[in-house]
């Protein structure tokens, strides 16, 4: 298969092979009026399989919400053809509104208004915690 080359874009490379899909979702490329190529568990000598995603156009991505869903991911920008930026993810200190809190009792059930946020505890079992009532997040590999 030969997906070409971009000019200017984005590539999103060395994702969790089956979790391209739920990037694609949660970033909302659906949306975008150019070209998204998503290659669904590509050969990799570093991971045995991967997903690749190739955005045809340079758009603002949400690097916490990446370095959340799959910390592993690297984000290649592309401009006239030509490698300008590479940024290793890595989990984010703090993640805003895009965790729930399940706690029925925390302020966020009934404070609509307020922001869900979400800090890292324990970076080797990627444990967040609700700031306002300290309960814990799921796990997004789970």
Do not use: W
Request: proline share 4%; glycine share 8%; net charge neutral.
């Amino acid at each position: 298969m030969i997906i070409g080359k971009i000019k200017d874009g984005i590539v999103l490379d060395h994702i969790t092979a089956g979790r391209g899909m739920e990037i694609y979702k949660v970033l909302g490329l659906d949306k975008l009026d150019c070209t998204v190529a998503m290659i669904k568990n590509a050969d990799s000598i570093k991971m045995g399989k991967k997903d690749i995603i190739k955005v045809g156009q340079i758009i603002d991505l949400k690097f916490d919400v990446l370095g959340y869903i799959d910390p592993g991911i690297t984000v290649n920008i592309i401009q006239n053809g030509e490698l300008v930026k590479r940024e290793h993810l890595t989990l984010p200190e703090r993640v805003r509104g895009i965790i729930k809190c399940k706690n029925p009792r925390c302020i966020t059930s009934t404070e609509q208004e307020l922001v869900q946020e979400f800090r890292l505890t324990d970076r080797e079992k990627k444990i967040y915690r609700c700031i306002y009532c300290e309960h814990e997040a799921p796990n997004p590999e789970e």
